[in-house]
C-alpha cells in the first residue's frame, strides 16, 4: 500500500508569477487531492531564449513571496542551481528518486501539451507520473490536430483536463503594462507588485542583484 504523498510539480518561467499560476495550482491541489504543490522556476527553459528572461533570483524571489501564505505551496531551486537546459524528464526522475514512496504530478498549459511531442525523452516521461493539463471551461481539444497524434499513449492514459476559471492572465501582458505605465494591481499578489516596483522590474536591463532567500519554503 502507498503511503506518500500526492506531489505536484508546477515549473515556468514564472516572470512574473501571477494569479492565473496561483488560481491552477490551488484548484489542481482540491481536485486531486494533492499534499503539496512544488513551484518549479526554470533557469533556461530550452524553448526561450535566455536573454529575454529575468534573472533567476528575481523570478525566485516573486515566487517566494506569492506563495507565501498557502502552507501547501513549496518551491524548489532544482532546475535554478542545474546547468545547462531544464528538462522535465530530469526533474521528474530526482524527485522520484529523492521520494520513491511519493506520486507525482505535473501540471501545465494547453501550450505544453500542444509542444509535448517534441519533449526530452517524452516516451519514458508518459510512464513516470501524471499530467494535468489546465484549460478554460468549455475548451475542446482537438485530437486530430498533427502534434498531438504523434504523443505516445501512455501519456494519454495518464492525462487530465482540468477546467479554471477564465483567468485571462499572462506575464507577457504583465511586463508590457509595466512597460507601458499601466496598472497591473489585481493580476498578480499584491507583495509581487510591489517588488516588481521596488525593483524596477521590467522597466529596463536589470542587475542579478537579489539573493535568493532561505525564508521560503523549500
Sequence with gaps: MNSGQRVAILGG??????YGHLVAA?????????????????????????????????RYRMVCLAIEDNQAFIISDLEMQRPGNSYTIDTIDYFISQQPQDSFY?????????????WKDIARLSTLCQFIVVTRPNYVLDLDM??????????????HI??????DISSTDIRQRV???????????????Q??????????????????????RK
Design 162 to 167: 482540468m477546467a479554471i476559471p477564465g483567468v
Design 13 to 18: 518561467t514564472f516572470d512574473p508569477i501571477h
Design 106 to 118: 505535473f501540471i501545465m498549459g494547453m501550450d505544453s501539451l500542444l509542444s509535448m511531442h517534441s
Design 179 to 193: 512597460r507601458e505605465g499601466q496598472p497591473i494591481k489585481y493580476l498578480l499578489p499584491a507583495q509581487v507588485e
Design 195 to 216: 517588488y516588481v516596483n521596488d525593483h524596477g522590474l521590467y522597466q529596463r536591463k536589470e542587475k542579478d542583484d537579489c539573493i535568493m532567500n532561505n525564508n521560503c
Design 146 to 159: 498533427p502534434s498531438l497524434q504523434q504523443l505516445p499513449q501512455q501519456l494519454w492514459d495518464n492525462l
Design 26 to 58: 490551488e484548484i489542481a491541489r482540491y481536485q486531486f487531492q494533492l499534499d503539496r504543490v512544488i513551484f518549479m522556476p526554470a533557469a533556461r527553459p530550452p524553448h526561450k531564449e535566455l536573454n529575454s528572461i529575468l534573472s533567476r533570483n528575481h
